[in-house]
């Protein structure tokens, strides 16, 4: 029995939640247990999940397993990306800055602004009647 190892990573975009496990392999991505393909439909949001790998030439070498919770599909993805840039980077340090070029290792901390009270929104207010 052949031991591979893994490198973990975590990221987090708007409120989701993604915990990367990264091992050699063949190339599978499992999201949730569901197929990549299945799970990310759109092209875009795989595209961009997928980003750290295909710049660090990597696709085709490793098995990526991913836990995700919280959020919609574009936080999701932007999280899963930032997880396996991370776990990359666990692997092999010298990937840092082909990663950091790309900004692949920052964190967007862009969050969605609460709701105020006497407000219908974060920043929008009633209309204001003078009579």
Same mark, same amino acid.
């Given at each position: 029995?052949?031991?591979? !190892? %893994?490198? @973990?990573? /975590? ?12 091992? &050699? +392999?063949? #190339? ?21 999940? !997928? %980003?750290? @790998?295909? /710049? ?12 995700? &919770? +919280?959020? #919609? ?59």
């Amino acid at each position: 029995m052949t031991e591979t !190892t %893994q490198h @973990l990573g /975590t990221g987090r975009r708007k409120t989701a939640i993604a915990r990367v496990r990264l091992s &050699t +392999g063949t #190339g599978k991505i499992l999201v949730n247990g569901r197929a990549f393909n299945q799970y990310f439909p759109l092209d875009t949001l795989r595209m961009h999940a !997928t %980003q750290p @790998l295909i /710049t660090a030439g990597v696709m085709d070498k490793v098995d990526v397993k991913v836990n995700v &919770t +919280g959020g #919609g599909p574009t936080g999701q993805a932007g999280a899963v990306r930032l997880g396996i840039a991370r776990a990359l980077l666990r692997q092999d340090g010298n990937l840092r800055p082909v990663l950091k070029a790309e900004g692949l290792l920052t964190r967007d901390a862009r969050e969605k602004e609460r709701k105020k009270y006497g407000q219908p929104g974060a920043r929008k207010r009633y209309q204001f009647s003078k009579r």
